[in-house]
């Protein structure tokens, strides 16, 4: 059984910095992508970031551009999120996710993600 285990967010001021880690567990990975997603209150699931296990592809929304750095410790069994330069429209519960990696052109859709973790919450404040 795959688990998801997010760790690692809170309160923190606008332009600081959080590290959020994600724990994977159940099955290999090694054609897997791993995804993070967050929801603010009100608003629809948004993606953030992705990698694909195998190969460190990655991916990001235009709005973490530059400011957010997806990355994977294969030996860990972990995908990390460096988040800088934070806003207070970064505030969310952010969850990792898990989906086969084909098609590349769903990697952004969070219905196409199999497996979610239990969501850890980042408090931008201004």
């Known amino acids: 059984q795959v688990q998801l285990v997010e760790s690692g967010g809170g309160l923190v001021q606008a332009g600081g910095s959080l590290r959020l880690s994600c724990a994977a567990s159940?099955?290999?990975?090694?054609?897997?992508?791993l995804g993070w997603f967050r929801q603010a209150p009100g608003k629809e699931r948004e993606f953030v970031a992705a990698i694909t296990w195998s190969a460190g592809n990655t991916y990001y929304a235009d709005s973490v551009k530059g400011r957010f750095t997806i990355s994977r410790d294969k030996a860990k069994n972990t995908v990390s999120l460096q988040m800088n330069s934070l806003k207070p429209e970064d505030t969310a519960v952010y969850y990792c996710?898990?989906?086969?990696?084909?098609?590349?052109?769903?990697?952004?859709?969070?219905?196409?993600?199999?497996?979610w973790g239990q969501g850890t919450q980042v408090t931008v404040s201004s």
């Open positions: 996710a898990a989906k086969y990696q084909f098609p590349i052109a769903t990697m952004k859709r969070p219905g196409d993600y199999n497996y």
């Open positions: 159940g099955r290999t990975f090694s054609n897997y992508a």
